[in-house]
């Protein structure tokens, strides 16, 4: 075993025409574009290396050092980088850094986008900002994209996209063909990834969702990042935030009840908005929920320690209603607020659950969201297998 694996490693030599990684791109960029640049299909490229893996079945921006060491020690060389270099350009090094080592064997790691595959195929499509896209030999697409917490491009300020603006699928350049040559292309309609000229409103810059941006961004680079007055570390800081998000999804699903009464009475109007169609997690919304979302969470983070006491009182708000679900932990960081608020001792309740009850209709309306969801990645993968020989 030892020897076969010494043997390929000897095949594996730096690629004769040079595709550099480069210093913010994502490993899928990277080898898409060293396919192309080689004149093959991705898939070709990819079997001809490492023939037991169907790679793209894969996250492949998180790295194959937690699946097969050899295949990513491989892919540094084609990169012509050092082991450890090409190591820190992986989604997992990014969980490494959140703390979030223990959940490496899970499908998604936290505050990344998950590329929801079924087979090659993925539902949500890669982010990416058509200008950064727009010329052909310097279009790559950047790990940083791939983060939750990123919607705009800081660079032309404009809103990320994830679908062809031509004909609305889902970008998947994992599932361009050879011919296409460069990146910036959709694999269904072939068409160069453009602009669309006539809604510019799905560009426009949200002014709180793009200070949450900013500063989680900030906050991933040093270490540690502000709250209620006070320094806190990272996971704390993201922590708080995972929370505020919720106490948002919360108050928007009903404005008039205590949550929303709350945000209403620190001045946020949670009637504003639409609530999340599927309830999954932040993570695999789409865009324009999770601006909406991010952009409520850290108008949260505005308010301090005396207000949250003062207002939760003249609602009502007890430690009790922030402990909605089972087992819920509340975040370090807002403990000097929660500790500060009366709890009421319930008696424990017969469960009284009948299966008869019927569903609120709220969350029947979610399952129906997420049945279609579900049913539109079938129809995109048969469309795309009939167009698609594997
Ligand atoms: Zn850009
Ligand atoms: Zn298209």
């Given at each position: 075993m030892q020897k076969q694996e010494s043997l390929q490693s000897n095949r594996i030599k730096p690629l004769t025409i040079k595709t550099p990684l480069y210093y913010d791109e994502s490993i899928s960029s990277w080898l898409i574009r060293a396919a192309l640049n080689q004149g093959?299909?991705?898939?070709?490229?990819?079997?001809?290396?490492?023939?037991?893996?169907?790679?793209?079945?894969?996250?492949?921006?998180?790295?194959?050092?937690?699946?097969?060491?050899?295949?990513?020690?491989?892919?540094?060389?084609?990169?012509?980088?050092?082991?450890?270099?090409?190591?820190?350009?992986?989604?997992?090094?990014?969980?490494?850094?959140?703390?979030?080592?223990?959940?490496?064997?899970?499908?998604?790691?936290?505050?990344?986008?998950?590329?929801?595959?079924?087979?090659?195929?993925?539902?949500?499509?890669y982010q990416y900002c058509p200008l950064c896209m727009h010329s052909d030999k310097e279009a790559r697409l950047k790990l940083s994209w791939r983060f939750t917490w990123t919607l705009y491009c800081v660079q032309h300020q404009i809103r990320l996209q994830s679908t062809c603006t031509q004909c609305e699928q889902p970008y998947q350049p994992q599932l361009l063909e050879a011919n296409m040559r460069y990146i910036n292309h959709c694999h269904s309609c072939k068409s160069k990834l453009a602009q669309a000229t006539d809604n510019q409103s799905s560009y426009l810059l949200d002014d709180y969702s793009y200070k949450f941006q900013r500063m989680a961004s900030q906050v991933y680079v040093d270490g540690f990042g502000y709250a209620l007055g006070k320094k806190i570390p990272m996971q704390d800081w993201f922590e708080l935030i995972s929370f505020y998000v919720n106490i948002v999804r919360r108050a928007v699903s009903k404005p008039d009840y205590m949550f929303g009464k709350l945000l209403n009475s620190f001045g946020i109007n949670t009637a504003t908005i639409t609530p999340p169609k599927t309830g999954l997690r932040l993570d695999q919304l789409p865009i324009d929920e999770r601006i909406e979302?991010?952009?409520?969470?850290?108008?949260?983070?505005?308010?301090?320690?005396?207000?949250?006491?003062?207002?939760?009182?003249?609602?009502?708000?007890?430690?009790?209603?922030?402990?909605?679900?089972?087992?819920?932990?509340?975040?370090?960081?807002?403990?000097?607020?929660?500790?500060?608020?009366?709890?009421?001792?319930?008696?424990?309740?017969?469960?009284?659950?009948?299966?008869?009850?019927?569903?609120?209709?709220?969350s029947v309306m979610k399952l129906w969201e997420r049945l279609k969801r579900k049913t539109e990645m079938r129809e995109l993968y048969d469309q795309d297998r009939l167009n698609y020989k594997e």
């Open positions: 093959c299909d991705i898939l070709t490229f990819t079997q001809f290396y490492w023939p037991d893996y169907r790679l793209w079945t894969y996250d492949v921006d998180k790295g194959f050092n937690h699946i097969d060491g050899q295949v990513h020690k491989d892919m540094a060389i084609l990169a012509d980088m050092h082991y450890r270099a090409f190591n820190s350009k992986t989604l997992m090094s990014f969980a490494e850094r959140m703390g979030l080592s223990d959940s490496s064997k899970q499908i998604n790691i936290p505050w990344t986008q998950p590329l929801t595959k079924r087979n090659r195929r993925a539902l949500l499509g979302l991010l952009g409520f969470a850290i108008r949260l983070n505005d308010i301090d320690v005396s207000t949250w006491i003062r207002k939760c009182e003249e609602m009502h708000v007890t430690q009790n209603s922030f402990n909605w679900s089972k087992g819920m932990l509340i975040p370090e960081a807002f403990k000097p607020i929660y500790e500060q608020l009366p709890f009421t001792k319930v008696q424990e309740r017969k469960s009284n659950k009948n299966l008869n009850t019927p569903r609120a209709p709220e």
